[in-house]
């Protein structure tokens, strides 16, 4: 096989596994009843001016299933994350002891998780279509190659395989993201 060939099929496996990475990445967004330090992520801190991920100003830790704790590394912050969790409209209600800056997390109502899992759905269905994309683009450049008919045609199978493994892993992936959300 020529490097042409195997570019091709490398970029597209590549591709195909990049999707299938951002999909796992979404699903960390996805809140699933359980307190996690990523349902904070998107919340930014303005520490002496500039805009600062809460990570980066304080640790996160959950010390339960329903509380998250943020442990300023300067006190001075409390005011500045407690404004920054109210800013990223998350849908919590921070609390402050003094020391630390506490979430509780309410549990999910069962229409909630409904929503939740639609969204999941949603975001496997966009990975899915963009891996479909990759298998169309793969094709394409294959004939653009100057391979032999049977190789195209071998070639063009290598790919649907891949994309079969890859739809697949997408699948179990939302299965497994489905039953992490509606288990109470």
Sequence with gaps: MDEEVQFIID?????????LTHLNKKFLNIRAGKASPSMVSAVMVDYYGTPTPLNQVSNVSTPDGMTISIQPWEKSLIP????GIHEANIGFNPMSNGESVIINVPPLTEERRKELVKQAKAEAEETKVGVRNDR?????????????????????????????????KIEDSLALKEKEIMTV
Aim: net charge negative; glycine share 0%; no cysteine.
């Design 11 to 19: 970029s597209t496996k590549e591709a195909m596994d990049n999707a």
């Design 80 to 83: 500045e994350i407690e404004k």
């Design 136 to 168: 169309k683009q793969a094709n394409n450049e294959i004939k653009k190659a100057a391979v032999s008919e049977d190789l195209a045609k071998n070639l063009e199978i290598d790919i649907q395989e891949m994309t079969d493994r890859h739809i697949k």
